[in-house]
């Protein structure tokens, strides 16, 4: 079986771009759909939490339009990256998929499950390490994360941004830092992708367009129905599991908390002494608890 280290990458052409996707893991169960970061591309997953999840599910990748192995302008708003997302799901003819969205992600996978057609079954949702759209209790967080804007990324920025700021979390970001390096050309067959924008590779051009979708979720007048998800979260009547670390240095924890009483069905997870990368700080635990929620 592949695995998050030898996965080949297939594309196919959208009307905007053309996506860059990989599929692998267990044969058996619905597909489970994995959305990741701001900056990130698939290359960016730990393998350690993919393959844990491959395991028992099958898998479906893919980078959003203008980053990493996809090609395109890259979305200025997260209804326009869902968007992105439900016609590559259309190309690939997925008609029953489970979502997950880790960070930014987590909003994007809010907005594929409102926005989504009739025609797609979407039985599960997991939303990681975010929040919801700006609403009364939904905070912004007081902590300065400027450096997920750095340049070039390097995984003292990762302490700083995923896990806790002492030893135990210094020793995590190692760990997880490590693990990234698993994928090679070696590997995989394949040149690697870089952090969205890394070394200004773009000019910069990715974290200005998800920046820009960034501001706009968190402000009033831009984050209103098909852009927004806080007004909309009741809708949300699928099963979803909200799981955050309880320190989350990006989106306050409670958020997480307040997101959850406002679904139909929700289930939330703390871990301990994590942050908003808990799921890269407990991997297999975090893969797990995925695995037995959409296996309900």
């Not at 990324?153 to 700083?160: N, P, R």
């Not at 942050?275 to 608890?289: I, K, M, N, S, T």
């Amino acid at each position: 079986m592949s695995t998050q280290q030898t996965a080949k990458t297939h594309f196919i052409e959208g009307s905007k771009g053309i996506f860059a996707y990989r599929r692998f893991g267990a044969s058996t169960g619905t597909s489970l759909l994995c959305v990741i970061h701001y900056r990130g591309t698939m290359d960016k997953w730990d393998p350690l939490f993919i393959n844990a999840l491959a395991a028992s599910r099958s898998l479906i990748l893919v980078d959003y339009l203008g980053i990493g192995k996809s090609t395109g302008r890259v979305a200025t708003s997260f209804a326009d990256s869902a968007d992105d997302v439900l016609e590559f799901l259309s190309l690939i003819k997925v008609n029953e998929v489970d979502v997950l969205g880790f960070s930014i992600g987590g909003l994007v996978a809010q907005l594929i499950a409102l926005n989504k057609p009739e025609g797609l079954d979407i039985p599960h949702v997991i939303i990681c390490g975010s929040s919801a759209s700006l609403g009364p209790d939904m905070p912004v967080t007081t902590n300065d994360y400027s450096v997920a804007n750095s340049e070039t990324l390097t995984w003292e920025h990762f302490h700083t941004l995923f896990f806790p700021h002492d030893d135990a979390g210094k020793e995590a970001t190692q760990a997880f830092w490590k693990r990234l390096q698993e994928r090679t050309k070696g590997s995989s067959g394949e040149d690697l992708t870089d952090w969205a924008s890394q070394g200004g590779a773009d000019g910069g051009a990715a974290i200005k367009a998800q920046g820009q979708a960034y501001g706009a979720i968190l402000t009033p007048e831009t984050s209103k129905g098909r852009e927004g998800t806080y007004d909309r979260l009741g809708e949300l009547r699928m099963a979803v599991l909200v799981a955050q670390g309880s320190d989350d240095w990006m989106f306050p924890t409670l958020n997480s908390y307040h997101l959850q009483q406002k679904v139909p069905n929700g289930q939330l997870n703390v871990y301990p002494h994590s942050g908003h990368g808990f799921l890269y700080q407990y991997p297999e635990r975090v893969a797990q608890d995925i695995v037995a929620f959409v296996g309900r």
